[in-house]
């Protein structure tokens, strides 16, 4: 068993969605129906939302969170740091040399049934030097993903059809960022047939 949602409301929502991208968190803005508009972004497997606090939903009060992430240019050095969010939570970041293996295939596909659900169609190669070149479908929409842990995951939501093609319009720093910010683009206003 292991947590797939943490949300935290605050008074403090653009201020708290700042100090936790400078961690090195990636956020997409995200809206359900009438409900509030939030931060959410994707922690291996573990959905992180930050929404605002409300008279039926009062701020988070004293919170404890460890956050564990792969060194990259935007994360602190390698070792343990101890921080507190704008609302005075201590946040305990360890940040890890990036020395785990690349993502498979098999793992791919969880990560994207786990963004998904049954809800998008997925084609995923393994290339020779070890990189994914992933396709999802979802309605009338496609994605293009390619990449690995140590370079980063290039993606493109519904690609041009031409031969001309060069590269991906975005980069994230792990696939489950990439799939995070698919799913938002996906499911934006003006796409009726991208909802989850």
Not at 10 to 31: H, I, M, P
Not at 92 to 104: E, I, N, W, Y
Not at 131 to 148: C, M
């Amino acid at each position: 068993m292991h947590p797939d949602l943490i949300v935290i409301y605050t008074n403090r929502l653009n201020a708290c969605q700042a100090f936790y991208t400078e961690l090195g968190l990636t956020f997409v803005t995200e809206q359900h129906g009438p409900g509030p508009e939030h931060y959410a972004t994707q922690l291996d497997g573990t959905v992180f939302e930050l929404y605002p606090a409300s008279p039926r939903r009062p701020a988070t009060g004293s919170l404890r969170l460890g956050l564990t992430i792969p060194a990259g240019p935007r994360t602190a050095p390698v070792g343990q740091h101890t921080h507190s969010d704008p609302d005075g939570r201590t946040v305990v970041l360890t940040v890890t040399q990036q020395t785990h293996p690349m993502t498979t295939a098999q793992e791919a596909r969880t990560a994207i049934h786990h963004a998904f659900g049954d809800t998008a169609r997925a084609d995923i190669k393994t290339l020779p030097a070890g990189n994914l070149a992933i396709t999802i479908n979802k309605g009338n929409h496609a994605a293009t993903i390619d990449g690995h842990d140590s370079s980063g995951w290039g993606w493109t939501v519904d690609p041009a059809e031409d031969d001309g093609f060069t590269g991906h319009e975005n980069i994230a720093a792990t696939l489950d960022e990439a799939l995070t910010s698919i799913r938002a683009a996906l499911i934006r206003p003006g796409r009726a047939d991208g909802a989850p």
